[in-house]
């Protein structure tokens, strides 16, 4: 990891590690959970967090964050963002985001602790690279940040019924 990006990660951890912070997605997290729980064919489901939770330090080219709850026992598929890097920490629970080399999927295990180190518990993915999340026995919450603003977060995933085709979505209108 160049020391650029590590930098903001470890001002992103310090930040969620804050009281006030956690509170926050805490109160975020139930909500969430119940979305998932609502729709039993979701592999995944999110909020949007308002970055005012982050107060004043955020640094400048995170522009949206996100709660994610992914369900236990699933992989939620590749996924990349043509318009955003993707800076993601585990928040409760564990799992592995597998990033594609462009040979095969690289296995990237995180967990959750606020006091483990950056690399235990945090990964960094740039804009267009194909990503997944492999998520054990258990639901794995994650905290998303990313360079674009919410309406404008762009998710592509292949056609399931034609892997030539991408389809692209936005997590929020």
Known sequence: ?????????????????????????????????QKL???SKASLAWEAVPLGTYGK???????SSWVFVLRARTSTGAE???????????????GDLQIWNGNEWSSNLL??????EIEKKWLSVPPNVWHQAVV?????????FHT????????ERTDP????LIRQRRYSP
Do not use: C, F
């Open 1 to 33: 990891m160049h020391s650029k990006e590590l930098k903001i990660l470890v001002v992103l951890d310090a930040i969620v590690r804050q009281e006030s912070v956690r509170a926050t997605i805490d109160s975020i997290v139930p909500r969430v959970e």
């Open 37 to 39: 729980t609502q729709d």
């Open 57 to 63: 330090k955020l640094p400048d080219v995170i522009r």
């Open 80 to 94: 990349r963002h043509p318009n955003s890097h993707q800076r993601m920490m585990s928040y409760k629970g564990r």
């Open 111 to 116: 967990e959750s602790g606020l006091h483990l």
């Open 136 to 144: 054990p026995e258990t639901n794995w919450t994650v905290i998303s």
């Open 148 to 155: 674009v603003p919410e309406n404008e977060l762009v998710e």
């Open 161 to 164: 019924a034609d892997s030539r």
